[in-house]
Nanobody, 112 residues
């Protein structure tokens, strides 16, 4: 079955960096578009980055220039490199196989 397992979340100070990883299994990873969503307390889930099987990427304006999504098809893993983190980036981050499977989420907390 499809499984998406995120890792790499944690507590970081504003201005710091984190790299999230999502290990995928149970499907043909290289053919699927993957995405990262996040949900902050009291807010709706927000799509922040996508990457196609061939590596084309897209970002929401609020993370452009700070976050980078990438993938390693051989390792069946998608990454989210997050730099220059802000307190407003605090959220649970989810890895998604577009459009239908979600990981369990990993907490990112950015302190001031």
């Amino acid at each position: 079955q499809v499984q998406l397992v995120e890792s790499g979340g944690g507590l970081v100070q504003a201005g710091g960096s984190l790299r999230l990883s999502c290990a995928a299994s149970g499907f043909s990873f290289s053919f699927n578009t993957m995405a990262w969503y996040r949900q902050a307390p009291g807010k709706q889930r927000e799509l922040i980055a996508t990457i196609t099987g061939s590596g084309n990427t897209g970002y929401v304006d609020s993370v452009k220039g700070r976050f980078t999504i990438s993938r390693d098809n051989a390792k069946k893993t998608v990454y989210l490199q997050m730099n220059s983190l802000k307190t407003e980036d605090t959220a649970v981050y989810y890895c998604v196989r577009v459009p239908d499977y979600w990981g369990q989420g990993t907490q990112v907390t950015v302190s001031s």
